[in-house]
């Protein structure tokens, strides 16, 4: 399995933007794609955005599209998730995931990944 480790999470207010990082130990980093999944208190952890290999191809949400964008730096083996105008709805536990192999598509389901961080607080002020 990759570690991976987040960072980038805090208590910003409505309107503000954060930028989480996911940095990868594996020196194959190249080889996965990766994911951002978020987890809100009482509720299932769902998709939020997706990379493949390459960061030719990408997915988001319905709920983040517009506002979130997804990017990948192969050189220092992290993602990154640009988050913009937050909402106080997307308050939640953030995790980064990686699944293996080269596709053009981007994994959406949880099942899909092998490896996850253990997550960073995101919150957000009305």
């Known amino acids: 399995q990759v570690q991976l480790v987040e960072s980038g999470g805090g208590l910003v207010q409505a309107g503000d933007s954060l930028r989480l990082s996911c940095t990868s130990s594996?020196?194959?980093?190249?080889?996965?794609?990766m994911g951002w999944f978020r987890q809100a208190p009482g509720k299932e952890r769902e998709f939020v955005s997706g990379i493949n290999w390459n960061g030719g191809n990408t997915d988001y949400a319905d709920s983040v599209k517009g506002r979130f964008t997804i990017s990948r730096d192969n050189v220092k083996n992290t993602v990154y998730l640009q988050m913009n105008s937050l909402k106080p709805e997307d308050t939640a536990v953030y995790y980064c995931?990686?699944?293996?192999?080269?596709?053009?598509?981007?994994?959406?389901?949880?099942?899909?990944?092998?490896?996850w961080g253990p997550g960073t607080q995101v919150t957000v002020s009305s």
């Open positions: 594996e020196r194959t980093f190249n080889n996965y794609a």
């Open positions: 995931a990686a699944d293996a192999g080269r596709s053009i598509w981007v994994p959406k389901f949880s099942r899909q990944y092998d490896s």
